[in-house]
């Protein structure tokens, strides 16, 4: 079971990124997925989620409003829209996915990609 994360780079405050995760191994359909993110030198934190039954949207509060989360189950693809970027925003973010029929825990991470944002 693999995720691979990517689509991240450098980019000026005020920009945007899009980040793709692509699941391999079996089928997410039915899984929660999301991301989280890490700089350096702090903890790893919350960014977005999808919750399994539903389709509810998830964001922590430093994101809200200005990112996106989706997936295309059919194609175990899942997607981070980052908008109106912020040097605070550089970390690695994470993509993420639990077991299938679960919200909780995320049994499986990618590899991470690196956002730089630039002031």
């Known amino acids: 079971v693999q995720l691979q994360a990517s689509g991240g780079g450098m980019v000026q405050a005020g920009g945007s990124l899009r980040l793709s995760c692509a699941a391999s191994?079996?089928?997410?359909?039915?899984?929660?997925v999301g991301w989280y993110r890490q700089a350096q030198g702090k903890q790893r934190e919350f960014v977005a989620a999808?919750?399994?039954?539903?389709?509810?949207?998830y964001y922590g509060d430093a994101v809200k409003d200005r990112f996106a989360i989706s997936r295309i189950k059919a194609l175990n693809m899942m997607y981070l829209q980052m908008n109106s970027l912020k040097p605070e925003d550089t970390a690695v973010y994470y993509c993420?996915?639990?077991?299938?029929?679960?919200?909780?825990?995320?049994?499986?991470w990618g590899q991470g990609t690196l956002v730089t944002v630039s002031s």
């Open positions: 993420v996915a639990t077991e299938e029929g679960r919200s909780w825990p995320y049994d499986y």
């Open positions: 191994g079996r089928t997410f359909s039915s899984a929660s």
């Open positions: 999808i919750d399994w039954k539903g389709g509810s949207q």
